[in-house]
Each structure stands twice: as C-alpha cells, then as structure tokens.
C-alpha cells in the first residue's frame, strides 16, 4: 500500500473534507498546485543527485592523476 496504514475509506474520507473546505472549484486548482510542486521537487532531486555523482567521478579522476 503507497500511503501507509491510510486505505481507500481514509483517502475517500481526505477528500470529502477536501471537499468541504475548499468547495469543487478550488479543488482543481490545488491538484495543479501540487502536481507541479511535486515536479518541481523530483526535477531537484535529480539534480542534486546527478551533481553529486559529477563530483565523485572528478573526485575519482583527480586521485587517478595523483597516483601517476
């Protein structure tokens, strides 16, 4: 299960307040909000990722030099 101990009745439950408290016109408007949050937060992690993996092969290469 993706989300824990939640289930479907607890997701079915976390909508229907969602629901309630923002009413069905805003609710669009915060999936949007929080799809291109999630994006931009994955889009991040592969960058700090791909910049750590730069700096351990320029670590690799200057100790091979070091070593000649």
């Known amino acids: ?3 824990g ?7 079915i439950l976390i ?6 408290i923002f ?3 805003k609710l669009p408007e915060l ?4 799809g291109s949050t999630l994006k ?3 889009n991040s992690t592969k960058d700090l990722i791909s910049s750590d993996d730069d700096d351990k092969s ?5 100790a091979q030099n070091e070593k000649q």
Do not use: D, H, Y
């Not at 909508?15 to 309630?20: E, F, G, K």
């Open 1 to 3: 299960m993706p989300f």
């Open 5 to 11: 101990q939640i289930g479907i009745p607890g997701l």
């Open 15 to 20: 909508l229907v307040i969602a629901l309630i």
């Open 23 to 25: 009413g069905p016109s």
């Open 31 to 34: 999936g949007r909000a929080a």
């Open 40 to 42: 931009e937060f994955k």
């Open 58 to 62: 320029e670590n690799k290469a200057t």
